[in-house]
Every structure is written in structure tokens, then in C-alpha cells.
């Protein structure tokens, strides 16, 4: 019951939104909150938007990793 | 979505296997996830085979359905018997054996009980039903208590006066700190929830680096997220410096999520709270505060609860402790499976149990 999943915004309507899962829409309710754009990714838990998914962090993230594994010893 | 293909890239799930065993050395290290989508996730990827024989990854009291006690199943099964009431629940719940019944075998007997995805779909199902006491089974941790908060401000900002909620909420780091004082689990590392943390940010687990030598890494949900988390934990502890670190930056925000906190204090506050197997914990789960006692079920609502009895042979309360296995429990995959679940953490999907059933047979670490 705990599943949060990444959706993409498509509407917003005041505190509502749509939002896209899988080619399926949903509305959703934004009112947790500020600053979401139409495009946005949100993590949605139960029906309300959690956070952003913020694609610079994703990004950074990878990378870190990927210079992580860049020092790792051969073999 | 951008991304989401090199966070299940197989190479660098590999690589990180490689590296976490060379980091961990032949140290005997014990970590915990205490998040039911991490439970849930560890399986299905196969993680434990991507780790050491001498990393120990442990599941904890993470799945909410879990770790409700029968007690408020109990509540919940009594308030379905009154021809008055509609029973609104996430599906989890719906299979869960209380004392003597379920919510489903309720249900088969005529009751009116209905899965909602949302608290917001219950607050709409009153809002449709004005002749019946709609009671909304309010569980779950840190995540889910924003949304439910949300609801009961609508229902009161909307008077929307036949919505009820059985609040059995719970707040995560005094179960922490159970868990840790606890001297049968040495545990070096946390695999804290990605979830929780988005509302309550990353303070919340200074303490158990701080006070008890924890290393605390948040963590996402994907296999490289979960490798790298593993390592990052690995490293705090093979270089002694432990502290709290967030894998998880892109949802997670040092801060959380203050917004959704907010509207958990306008509706609710801590109470001392039983956990199935940790027992009460003082300040660990949330009442209504007394401006929306009006949509509180049980101080609204009166029921015929039955006395509870515990399910003999079953270990979940100390599975959820991390000091068993399902594979110690001599019902599992025998009368106890998902089908005819004798315990919680049978039913769930991010229950212990479930997991084990549903993938562990096919790994040769579970
Ligand atoms: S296998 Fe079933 S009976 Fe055994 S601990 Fe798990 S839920 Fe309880």
C-alpha cells in the first residue's frame, strides 16, 4: 500500500491535476506541493503528489555512480 | 521518463556487486531496510544475489499493513457488521485475518466494504452514501498521513459530517529506536525508506547515526538505487565514519516536504501506538486532535470489538523485529501462504512473508 509512483503531469486545475502513468490518466491532487509545471514528473502516493522528481538529481546521481565504478580495480 | 533504464541497468548492478564486495572485505555486516517497497523491490530484482555472503540484508518493520495490530483489524471488522456503516479501505487490508475474521469474509457475509485508491475517493463515496457512516481505515506511516489529513480537512471544510476515519497511523523513528536498542539485532546500517523521507526529510535519522553508531543511507527504489545505497553504508562503516547520507536526491530534498507536515500537525498528534511485534511505543503513532474529533471513528462510532487473540504458530512480530525468517516459521508455504494467509506479513505484497513466498524460492540466498 505504500507504492508511490512517478507520474507526469499533463493538467493543472488550481490544487487538482492530471497526470499521465502509463499512457493512463489520473487526477491527482497537487495541493502538497509549490511550484509544479505541466511536464513536472511527481512522485504520487494514494492519490496526492509527494514531490518532484527532479531530473538534475537523477542525472547527478548517475554520475556519481558512474565515477564510482570508473575507479573501481579492474577484474 | 528520462533515465529510468540506467537505474536497472544490468552492467552497473554488476559493477556495484563487485565493487560492494570488495569494499566490505570479509567484514560480517547486517543491514536493514525497513521500507515495504524495498522489501518488495530486494526480491524482485534478486539484489541478495548481487551481495557477498557476509552482507546480511535484513527486512524490518517497514509494511504498514504489517505491523497494524489485530486490535484495530478487530475495530475494523466490527464496524463492517453494522448494516450503517461502509467500510472504505485500501485493498491491502481487505485480506488481513483479525482475531477471527476478515474484512473479505465480512464482505462475503453482506457487509459493505469498498477499496479505494485514495482517502479522497472515501471522502467522495460519503459525499454519494449520505445515509451511511462512511469509516475510512486511516493507516500507514509518514507517507500516507498527508493524504489522509488532507481528506479530513475537506470532509470538515465541506461538512461533510458521516465521514469517519480509524486513525491507526504510525510514526517510523521511535520504531527505529526500538529496533536498535534491541540487543539480539546488531544491526550496522539503515536502508531508510525513500518515501518516508520525502515528507519527513533526512533529520529524522541523526539520531541513529549519532547516538547509536547507525549508518543511515535514504535510498530509491531501483536496483541501482538499492546497490548504491549498499555501498554507500558499506563505505560509512569500513571507514568509521558514520553518518547520515541521501541516495535519493532526486525526490528527496534534505527538508522533506514541510508543506505535508504542516497539514499532519493541523490534524493530528502523537500518541503512544501498538506495533504487531514491537509492542506500545510511546509517541509513535498519531490521534485526531480535538478540532476534527468529529470525523474520529471511534469517538463517534461505538462497536461490538471481540477480544483479540494472536494467531498461534505465527512469528510474524519477530520477523518484523529482523530476528526471524519466514523460513523459521513452521507454517510458512504450508497452511500460511498468500492464498490462505495466516498472518499479516503473508498478505501484503510488501509483507516479509509474501516476498519470500512469491520470489525466494527462486534465489538461492532468500
Ligand atoms: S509465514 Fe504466515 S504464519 Fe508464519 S510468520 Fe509469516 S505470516 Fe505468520
Given at each position: 500500500m505504500c507504492i508511490s509512483v512517478p507520474m507526469k503531469v499533463l493538467e493543472i486545475k488550481g490544487q487538482r491535476g492530471i497526470a499521465d502513468i502509463g499512457g493512463m490518466s489520473r487526477e491527482i491532487d497537487l495541493r502538497l506541493l509549490s511550484q509544479v509545471k505541466v511536464g513536472d514528473y511527481v512522485i504520487v502516493h494514494a492519490g496526492f503528489a509527494l514531490q518532484r522528481l527532479d531530473q538534475n538529481e537523477a542525472e547527478e546521481t548517475l554520475s556519481l555512480l558512474r565515477e564510482v565504478l570508473a575507479h573501481e580495480a579492474p577484474g | 521518463m528520462k533515465h529510468l533504464d540506467e537505474y536497472r541497468n544490468a552492467e552497473f548492478c554488476q559493477d556495484l556487486s563487485r565493487e560492494i564486495a570488495r569494499v566490505a572485505g570479509r567484514r560480517e555486516i547486517a543491514l536493514m531496510e525497513v521500507c515495504g517497497t524495498h522489501t518488495m523491490a530486494i526480491f524482485q530484482h534478486g539484489i541478495k544475489d548481487f551481495l557477498p555472503p557476509n552482507v546480511n540484508l535484513l527486512s524490518g518493520p517497514g509494511c504498514p499493513v504489517c505491523v497494524t495490530p489485530n486490535a484495530y483489524l478487530d475495530r475494523a471488522v466490527a464496524y463492517s457488521r453494522q448494516d450503517d456503516v461502509l467500510l472504505a479501505t485500501f485493498?491491502?487490508?481487505?485480506r488481513v485475518p483479525g482475531s477471527s475474521s476478515s474484512l473479505i469474509e465480512e464482505r462475503g457475509r453482506g457487509a459493505d466494504v469498498r477499496m479505494v485508491y485514495s482517502p479522497a475517493d472515501a471522502l467522495e463515496l460519503a459525499k454519494s452514501y449520505v445515509h451511511k457512516k462512511v469509516v475510512f481505515l486511516g493507516i500507514g506511516f509518514e507517507t500516507t498521513s498527508p493524504s489522509v489529513a488532507a481528506a479530513i480537512v475537506d470532509a470538515h471544510e465541506q461538512g461533510v459530517k458521516n465521514f469517519f476515519v480509524l486513525v491507526g497511523h504510525k510514526i517510523l523513528p521511535p520504531a527505529l529506536k526500538v529496533l536498535v536498542d534491541d540487543d539480539q539485532l546488531r544491526l550496522h546500517g539503515l536502508i531508510c525508506p525513500g518515501h518516508v523521507s520525502a515528507i519527513t526529510g533526512c533529520g529524522i535519522y541523526e539520531f541513529l547515526a549519532r547516538d547509536h553508531g547507525i549508518a543511515c543511507v535514504v535510498s530509491g527504489f531501483e536496483p541501482t538505487d538499492i546497490l548504491q545505497s549498499v555501498l554507500m553504508l558499506i563505505t560509512q562503516i569500513v571507514q568509521e565514519h558514520i553518518r547520515v547520507q541521501n541516495q535519493y536526491r532526486r525526490v528527496v530534498p534534505d527538508e522533506g516536504n514541510p508543506r505535508a507536515r504542516e497539514l499532519v500537525e493541523e490534524v493530528f498528534q502523537p500518541k503512544e501506538s501498538p506495533w504487531r511485534g514491537l509492542g506500545n511505543i510511546p509517541d509513535s503513532g498519531l490521534v485526531m486532535r480535538s478540532s476534527y474529533m468529529d470525523h474520529d471513528a471511534e469517538a463517534n462510532i461505538t462497536a461490538q470489538v471481540e477480544r483479540t487473540v494472536e494467531h498461534a504458530g505465527c512469528i510474524c512480530g519477530l520477523i518484523l523485529r529482523g530476528l526471524k525468517t519466514p523460513r523459521d516459521c513452521s507454517l510458512f508455504a504450508r497452511s500460511c501462504t498468500p492464498e490462505h494467509p495466516v498472518g499479516a506479513c503473508m498478505v501484503s505484497s510488501e509483507g516479509t512473508c509474501a516476498a519470500h513466498f512469491r520470489y525466494g524460492r527462486f534465489s538461492n540466498s532468500a
Open positions: - | 485493498g491491502d487490508m481487505l
